[in-house]
């Protein structure tokens, strides 16, 4: 499935091929699979769309994997690879990651307080 997604930023709209596998397959056909997307990468067809923008290089799609099964794809296509598992966990990857809370320094017993010189009191602790 072919499908342009959201506006962002600079690069603007974002083109993806979706592989939805409802079925295991093997590593080796999806090698296939993906080598199919690197015939159409290398053919230039996805340049002459009319969506590719005017104003900077042609875009070839993400191919976005959604299934169960986690592949063994390395890196050397010339395009990017998306494995989830649901869409919902693929648009969840896009969200960006919450700042942590400031860790506050967890308050001194009065064991661990360093006489600074100044009026020291006794309440008795000891």
């Known amino acids: 499935m072919f499908c342009i997604f959201r506006k962002h930023g600079i690069t603007g709209r974002t083109p993806f091929f979706i592989e939805v596998q409802n079925t295991f397959y093997s590593q080796k056909v999806m090698t296939q699979k993906l080598k199919r997307y690197e015939e159409i990468y290398r053919s230039g067809l996805i340049a ?12 070839f799609p993400i191919v976005l994997i959604i299934s169960g099964q986690r592949y063994a ?38 064991s661990q307080l360093k006489y600074s010189g100044g009026i020291k009191i006794n309440l008795g602790v000891k």
């Open 48 to 59: 002459q769309e009319p969506w590719q923008p005017t104003d900077r290089p042609p875009i």
């Open 73 to 110: 794809i390395d890196d050397s296509y010339p395009f990017r690879v998306i494995q989830a598992q649901s869409f919902t966990q693929f648009m969840q990857s896009l969200k960006p990651a919450k700042p942590k809370e400031e860790q506050r320094p967890k308050p001194k017993t009065a």
